[in-house]
């Protein structure tokens, strides 16, 4: 599986941001994690292929949303309402086998795209 993330960029706090995934070869769900300076990277989403459920990690809901266009092998995820805080390196991820659950975990997922950068301006 081979992922692709774009999308990121510099926004100010309340703005949004549309962060597109584009992925290859087949998976039962896409992740998104990110990753700021100096911490550990979280999960963020995620949605399963089958029925289009989703997570979502409580920092963000309510003002994330992930949804997927199958036919253009793509995964988005709408971010409204930013805040500092949701500044990061955002990564798509995926694992053949993998279907998302009620929680999201890094070592849980072997395929990452590359990451695209989100900055928030207070």
């Known amino acids: 599986v081979q992922l692709q993330a774009f999308g990121g960029g510099l926004v100010q706090a309340g703005g949004s941001l549309r962060l597109s995934c584009a992925t290859s070869?087949?998976?039962?769900?896409i992740g998104w994690f990110r990753q700021a300076p100096g911490k550990e990277r979280e999960g963020v989403s995620c949605?399963?292929?089958?029925?289009?459920?989703?997570y979502y990690a409580d920092s963000v809901k309510g003002r994330f949303t992930i949804s997927r266009d199958s036919a253009k092998n793509k995964v988005y995820l709408q971010m409204n309402s930013l805040k500092p805080e949701d500044a990061a390196v955002y990564y798509c991820?995926?694992?053949?086998?993998?279907?998302?659950?009620?929680?999201?975990?890094?070592?849980?997922?072997?395929?990452w795209g590359q990451g695209t950068q989100v900055t928030v301006s207070s």
């Open positions: 070869g087949f998976t039962h769900a």
């Open positions: 991820a995926a694992d053949p086998g993998l279907y998302c659950r009620d929680y999201l975990s890094v070592r849980d997922f072997s395929s």
């Open positions: 949605i399963n292929r089958s029925d289009d459920s989703t």
